[in-house]
């Protein structure tokens, strides 16, 4: 079973950008399909990028298209979401997350049920 750890979770102004990086423990599969959600406060859990560690384009969330890009490092076990141009908006828990030996499809890939293990969650704070 897979541990997935995030970091670069922070405070910053509007206009303002983070990297945010999930480290897997182990991968027992060379394909999966990883993730990044968010929470932001009072709402439900809603998915911002995913992509297939195989191969293909990511998939994002339309209000963060242009602005964050999702990527990965297989040596490193490791996906980043780089976030620029953030705005208030952007203020949420955000996780990572995968599903082990799959890959990710475009009706699915923003779907909680996809994904079976889940890192704890990094903060990101924007003010206005």
């Known amino acids: 079973q897979v541990q997935l750890t995030e970091s670069g979770g922070g405070s910053v102004q509007a206009g303002g950008s983070l990297r945010l990086s999930c480290v897997g423990s182990?991968?027992?599969?060379?394909?999966?399909?990883m993730g990044w959600f968010r929470q932001r406060p009072g709402k439900e859990r809603e998915g911002v990028a995913a992509l297939s560690t195989g191969g293909g384009a990511p998939y994002y969330l339309d209000s963060v298209k242009g602005r964050f890009t999702m990527s990965h490092d297989r040596a490193k076990k490791s996906v980043y979401l780089q976030m620029n141009d953030l705005n208030p908006d952007d203020t949420a828990v955000y996780y990572c997350a995968a599903r082990e030996g799959g890959t990710c499809l475009s009706g699915y890939w923003f779907s909680r049920d996809t994904y079976n293990e889940w890192g704890q969650g990094t903060q990101v704070t924007v003010s206005s």
């Open positions: 182990e991968f027992l599969y060379r394909n999966n399909c």
